[in-house]
Each structure stands twice: as structure tokens, then as C-alpha cells.
């Protein structure tokens, strides 16, 4: 292939490999580094001048930190005159809002007691969205001391597994508030999905490529193009080859969000859905939420499908309500395996058979610590899009199942 | 009309800032997810304030970097009338021009993030150049140390009408003979001869010290490296004593090491970046406090009045 270069960011430098391997091509020679005032550094070592750039990063591990790194290599390769310059993203970084707790009122944690943990539980009510909590009067977090935002959670578990959690108080710094106001207006937390897009546009890129996107309407937050492309033809493949009487199973999706995702896998496979309901609320007691399982799982093998496990809480929650429920075994098939905090030991401890991820994001360690991890590649597919792409050939044949697999 | 202050991670000058404004601080969360992906939570309505958002480019600079364009953004879809971004270190200063092949300039793209993010006025402090500003479409005030340093120097040093400024490279020969002109005093320069790259063989000083104080003046303190090699050959050449004045102590790595085993005096450095843990295990630190100067310019930004004031005057 001529004209291309393929660069990897410190974020997954095995997937680039993968990627370049695939392609026939060497990855491009680029040193990225830290200064001593921890400024990014990146020294792009071979021309780039009219080639068409692809720089290959993924939103995992220290998001800020690679992030920055993918503007600057974007940025540097466009004023050093390169055609164009793609960025191909497996796991886009502030895709969604991710399951910090909030406490009853709607606020979002900040302090956790370190010395409750009792063990997993696996019964800890869902986050509730502040959409749909009322504010409590006369509770304002920023006002309230550290320690009394803790006892506001309900249980142990939900709390231990946001140890990794910073805060940074600003009240300290001032008495005199705006307590007149605090009575009409909702805290609410920023969402920075359009500023993410915006940064890599005026970055200089010219294209992205993605996989799996939380929400599909992101790509509208773009007025380059956008590839968002399937992670669901290789989990068919893999449910196909690799596990046992999947003729029988049943696609089950662990909340209500995710429905429109595993009836796709089910209607391809032409097997039985069901879904977990997870918020569903009661009459009498409308700030704890309950897990419904809707659907038959008796006597079967469940296949729960998701996009993104990042604290784990969601599908291991779900493994418990379909064991209650008499399923036989339990697979999970993930697309983002972020595995953030205390999640390794959770799916340990859980009543899942096994996970598979892709390698979006490096999972090397995570073999290592969990047994019940499998791992389906990605780079067959992003090799095979980056070619179509650079050809001008039409990449639709990657969404159909068919195609994958030969791939 | 109401002004809302956001201040995060403004540990030193925060608590300044606030002794001369009307308004306290406005509330703000930031939190990090188990992701490491930041989220911001404002405390209180913006609509049609005017927002200040202080954030210095220091410690985790690209984590706080995000937070920072976070929260521009999150305010400027909260409808905040307008927001001023005052960094006073701006990040990546340093990388502001292509020197050789392929070098991104950041410092332009920071400038272009901050734009998009939606801040329209930019306040910040001694740039490393101020041809940055021209990186930005929107107004940006670049306010000086000088006049604090003057200050500085009159009230603190002993025996200063007896001193020589010195500059630690040509680069910042400019700057220095600034200073050196308002105080009367005289000059000199110091030349760094490389015969490879990254590494300074040779320290050659322009001009006489001998039997004077020797004031360092730079803009930036990252390794030390350079003020250290510098206080090393004043002394050689017969300075009494060697003073340094830096605006932005960034002080990375191995600095603090470097700047005790030297033969430097005093490292004064402004508290545009937060030194107190530095502080503590340094004892050469001394801190001259440029919160006035930025708590007057956003007061100043504010009311509509000029800030001229400030490029010759150093607030009390």
C-alpha cells in the first residue's frame, strides 16, 4: 500500500502492531514521551508530507493523558503537511456518563468509606439518574462536609468500587454562597461528548474511525466523517465457533438500554432474548430500585451482550438474577472491557462462566488476574477498514456478519 | 449583573484572590470516574454571568488541561453570558514553534481548544512568548510579573542598587535589560556554548559582576539546570551573592536537589503554580504573591475599565 503510515499511541501499541501487521505495512516511527513537567512530547520520526496519516489510539488507561497525546500526533502530522489524517479510536473516550453513584438527592459522590467493605454483595441497588431523582431540600453537597456525604450510599459494594475517585472541594476557599439560589437550581454534571468532538476536529482530523459507539448519535456530533464500525460480526462468530449448544441459548441484555443491541444478535442467531430490568421502581419505596428479569431462562445458557463494562457492577448484578432464576451457565460478551477499579475481582467472584472482550483495550493484564476472561481481536476488522478506506472502496461489507468470516 | 468565580486547584492564590473581590468562590465538583475520565459538576446557575474559570497549567497538565475545557464547556451550554479562561501558566508555552521537522505546535492547538471549548477571553501571565496571544482570535491579556518583580527587588533585596541583572540566556536578554533599565542597575548575559544538543558545555558571561549581587532574571524555573550552571559561573567570575527571580516555578524532577547544592541565594518565583510542598524541603524558595495583579485585571475585565495600570504597577 502505498502512500500511508500507520502510527500507534501510547494507549494500545500491540493493537497498531496488529493493525500494520495485517496490512502488510511497518508502523510508523513516532517517540512519545513526557517532559519532566509531565507536558506530552511527541516526535513524529519519518516524513509524512502527502501521505494519508492514521493514527490509531484508544480511550483507556489515563484518558486525559492519551487523549492530549492524540490531539498533539493529529495536529502535529497535519501541520507537517500530511493529506490527511485519520484517527482510529476503538474505544471513544467520554462516550457516555460513567456509573459514578449518586446519593438519594441526585448528587454525585464524592467521598467513600474506606472501611465498610464487607464483600460483594452483588445486590446493590443501580445508580439512580439525576433525571429522575427530585432534589432533597436543604441538602447541599458543596456546602456538607466530606464526611457525611459517605453515609448517604447505600451499601458497601457500590462504594468500594469507586476507591479510584478524587475530589476536589472549592468551598473551602469561600463562605459567602449563593445559598439564596441553591433552592431552585439542580447541580447537574456536564456532559462532554460534543467538546470531545469539536477537540479533534479542530485538531486538524479528517476522519475518524470507532467502534461501537455508546450512542450512535454521536456520530452527529461530527462534521467529519465518522466509521462506526460493528463489534457485533465478530461476537457472532465467536458465539458460533465457540460456544457449545448456542442453538438453545438465550441473548439476554442486562438493562433496558441495551435491549435494541442483543434482539440484533438474536434475530442474526435466531435464538430467544430476554432482558434485565434493573430500575425498576416501587410504589412504596421510590428511591431503592429492583432488578426484574423479563423473559425465560430456565434450564438455558445465557449469552448477556453489552457495550461497555467499566466497573462490572452492571453484568455481575445481572449473572446473580439469571442464576436465581435457574439459567444453566452464564457467558457475557463485552465490546469495551474498561475493567476500572476492583472489576477484575468482582467477575472473579461473580456467577459468570465467562467473559469475552474485545482488545479495544489491552486486556494482557487482566488475563493474567482473571481466569474467566477470553479475548476476540479486533484489528482483523480495523486492517480490513483502513484498506477499504485508503482504496476507496465501499466498507458496508463489514457490518454483515457473512463477510466476517473469512475475515 | 453578578460575578461567579470558579477557582480549582488554586491552593495558594484562591484564598488571595478572594480578600479583595465582592464575590466568594462558586462551587464547583470535580471529580474523576474509576475510567479516569473527569467530570465536572457545576454548583450554581451561570446564566448570564459572567464566568471566571482559574486554572494554572502545573501538575497533571493534561488532566488538568480537560477539566479545564470541560468546564468552559459545560458553562458555556449553561448559557454563561461570557467566560474568561485565566490561566496563569499556560500549558505547553514551550512548544510554540516548528524548530525542526514535524514538531506539532501545541501551544496552538491549546489555543484552538480553548476557543472551541468556548472561552472568549483569555487572561494569563508572562507567556514564555507573547506572540501566543496571536494564536487566539479572542482577546487574551498576557499581564507582566515585571512590576512585582521591581517591587520584589527594591523591598527585598539588600543592597540592590549595588546589583547586576543578569540574563540566563539570550533568549531572554529582552526581558532582562527591561528590569535592568527601570532599576538603573547594570547588565550582563550569559551564553551557553552547546557542542552537542541537550547538553551545555560551556557557560560564558558577558559583561562584569565582579563584587556585585547578581540577579538572575528568567521566566520559567523547570530542572534548574540553567540557573544552577548560571549561579556557578557568577560566582566564578566574582558575583558576592546570586539572587534568582522567575515567574513560573514549575520546578519538575530532580529541581529542588539541583537548587539546594547550589550556590544560589534565593529562588524567587511567583505562586502562579502552587509550591508550598517545594517550599518545604527548600528553604532558598521565597514567593512573591501575583494574585493582586490578577484578582485587579479580572476586576478590572469585569467593570469594563482599562488594565494598562497593571503593566507598570504592581497592586498591593
Redesign the interface.
Given at each position: 500500500m502505498r502512500n500511508i503510515i500507520i502510527f500507534g499511541g501510547s494507549s494500545h501499541p500491540k493493537l497498531a502492531e496488529q493493525i500494520a501487521g495485517r496490512l502488510g505495512v511497518s508502523l510508523g516511527r513516532v517517540e512519545l514521551s513526557k517532559?519532566?513537567?509531565?507536558?506530552?512530547n511527541?516526535?513524529?520520526?519519518e516524513?509524512?508530507r502527502e501521505k494519508d496519516v492514521y493514527i490509531v489510539q484508544s480511550g483507556?488507561?489515563?484518558?486525559?493523558?492519551n487523549?492530549?497525546e492524540l490531539?498533539?500526533?493529529i495536529?502535529?502530522?497535519k501541520?507537517?503537511s500530511a493529506a490527511k489524517v485519520t484517527a482510529v479510536i476503538p474505544c471513544f473516550?467520554?462516550a457516555r456518563?460513567?456509573?459514578?453513584p449518586y446519593k438519594r438527592n441526585g448528587?454525585?459522590l464524592?467521598r467513600i468509606p474506606r472501611d465498610k467493605f464487607l464483600g460483594y454483595t452483588f445486590d446493590t441497588p443501580p445508580n439512580l439518574s439525576t433525571a429522575t431523582t427530585p432534589m432533597d431540600e436543604g441538602k447541599d453537597?458543596?456546602n456538607a462536609t466530606s464526611s457525611k456525604i459517605g453515609e448517604e450510599n447505600s451499601t458497601c459494594s457500590d462504594a468500594d468500587?469507586?476507591n479510584?475517585?478524587?475530589?476536589?472541594?472549592?468551598?473551602m476557599?469561600?463562605?459567602?454562597?449563593?445559598s439564596g439560589?441553591?433552592g431552585?437550581?439542580r447541580?447537574?454534571?456536564?456532559r462532554?461528548g460534543?467538546?470531545i468532538a469539536?477537540?479533534l476536529?479542530?485538531?486538524g482530523a479528517d476522519h475518524i474511525m470507532t467502534m461501537d459507539l455508546h450512542d450512535p448519535q454521536f456520530q452527529g456530533y461530527f462534521d467529519v466523517p465518522v466509521d462506526n464500525l460493528y463489534g457485533l460480526p465478530l461476537m457472532i462468530k465467536y458465539i458460533r465457533e465457540n460456544i457449545p449448544s448456542w442453538e438453545s441459548a438465550v441473548i439476554v441484555s442486562p438493562d433496558a438500554g441495551g435491549a435494541k443491541r442483543a434482539t440484533a444478535i438474536a434475530d442474526k442467531l435466531r435464538v430467544e432474548f430476554a432482558l434485565i430490568h434493573k430500575e425498576r421502581r416501587l410504589q412504596h419505596k421510590p428511591h431503592k430500585a429492583d432488578m426484574m428479569l423479563v423473559g425465560q431462562v430456565r434450564d438455558k445458557v445465557c449469552i448477556m451482550i453489552d457495550d461497555i463494562a467499566?466497573?462490572s457492577i452492571t453484568i455481575t448484578r445481572a449473572a446473580k438474577v439469571l442464576v436465581e432464576n435457574g439459567a444453566k451457565k452464564v457467558y457475557a460478551i463485552i465490546t469495551h472491557a474498561?475493567m476500572?477499579?476492583d472489576a477484575i475481582k468482582r467477575i472473579q467472584q461473580s456467577a459468570i462462566d465467562q467473559v469475552i472482550v474485545s482488545d479495544s483495550i489491552p486486556q494482557d493484564e487482566h488475563l493474567v488476574q482473571c481466569s474467566k476472561i477470553k479475548v476476540f481481536e479486533i484489528a482483523p476488522i480495523f486492517a480490513e477498514a483502513i484498506r477499504r478506506v485508503h482504496n476507496g472502496e465501499s466498507v458496508s461489507a463489514l457490518f454483515n456478519d457473512r463477510t466476517m468470516l473469512l475475515v | 449583573m453578578s460575578t461567579s468565580f470558579?477557582?480549582?486547584?488554586?491552593a495558594i492564590g484562591?484564598?488571595h484572590e478572594?480578600r479583595r473581590d465582592t464575590?466568594?468562590?462558586?462551587?464547583?465538583?470535580?471529580?474523576?470516574?474509576?475510567?479516569?475520565?473527569?467530570?465536572?459538576?457545576?454548583?450554581?446557575?451561570v446564566r448570564d454571568e459572567d464566568v471566571f474559570i482559574i486554572q494554572s497549567g502545573?501538575?497533571?497538565?493534561?488532566?488538568n488541561?480537560?477539566e479545564l475545557?470541560?468546564?468552559i464547556?459545560?458553562c458555556k451550554?449553561a448559557s454563561a453570558r461570557r467566560i474568561t479562561a485565566v490561566i496563569p501558566c499556560f500549558?505547553?508555552a514551550?512548544?510554540d514553534k516548528?524548530d525542526k521537522?514535524?514538531?506539532?505546535?501545541?501551544a496552538?492547538?491549546v489555543a484552538?481548544?480553548l476557543?472551541?471549548?468556548g472561552a472568549n477571553h483569555v487572561i494569563t501571565v508572562d507567556l514564555h512568548a507573547s506572540q501566543i496571544q496571536g494564536f487566539f482570535n479572542v482577546p487574551v491579556d498576557n499581564l507582566y510579573c515585571e512590576p512585582s518583580m521591581l517591587k520584589y527587588i527594591r523591598t527585598k533585596i539588600p543592597n540592590w542598587t549595588n546589583a547586576i541583572i543578569v540574563s540566563p540566556d539570550a533568549g531572554g536578554a529582552k526581558r532582562a535589560t527591561s528590569i535592568a533599565d527601570r532599576l538603573n542597575l547594570d547588565f550582563a548575559l550569559i551564553h551557553k556554548e552547546r557542542k552537542r544538543a541537550n547538553e551545555v558545555s560551556r557557560m560564558v558571561l558577558v559583561g562584569d559582576v565582579r563584587g556585585k549581587v547578581a540577579i538572575v532574571v528568567d521566566d520559567m524555573a523547570?530542572?534548574c539546570g540553567t540557573l544552577s550552571m548560571a549561579a556557578k559561573t557568577l560566582k566564578e567570575n566574582g558575583a558576592t551573592k546570586v539572587y534568582a527571580i522567575v515567574a513560573h516555578g514549575?520546578l519538575?524532577?530532580k529541581a529542588i536537589d539541583v537548587i539546594n547544592n547550589s550556590v544560589l541565594e534565593k529562588l524567587v518565583v511567583t505562586n502562579t503554580i502552587p509550591h508550598e510542598d517545594k517550599k518545604a524541603i527548600c528553604k532558598k524558595i521565597d514567593t512573591i504573591d501575583i494574585s493582586p495583579t490578577l484578582a485587579e485585571a479580572i476586576r478590572r475585565t469585569h467593570n469594563g475599565e482599562s488594565v494598562s495600570f497593571l503593566f507598570s504597577h504592581a497592586p498591593e
Open positions: 517532559f519532566s513537567n509531565k507536558e506530552t511527541v516526535e513524529i520520526r516524513s509524512v483507556c488507561g489515563h484518558v486525559n493523558d487523549f492530549m490531539l498533539i500526533m495536529s502535529a502530522c501541520i507537517a473516550p467520554y456518563q460513567p456509573d459514578a448528587e454525585p464524592s453537597p458543596f468500587s469507586i479510584e475517585l478524587r475530589h476536589y472541594n472549592s468551598t476557599m469561600s463562605s459567602s454562597s449563593s439560589k441553591s431552585a437550581y447541580h447537574w454534571v456536564a462532554s460534543t467538546l469539536n477537540l476536529t479542530c485538531a467499566d466497573t474498561i476500572s477499579g | 470558579k477557582g480549582v486547584q488554586w484562591g484564598k478572594n464575590e466568594g468562590s462558586a462551587k464547583v465538583i470535580v471529580l474523576k470516574y474509576t475510567n479516569q475520565e473527569t467530570s465536572v459538576t457545576i454548583g450554581e446557575s502545573c501538575g497533571e497538565i493534561n488532566d488541561l480537560m475545557l470541560i468546564m464547556n459545560a451550554t500549558p505547553y514551550r512548544q516548528k521537522s514535524r514538531a506539532p505546535i501545541t496552538k492547538l484552538n481548544m476557543i472551541v471549548a523547570d530542572t514549575i519538575s524532577g
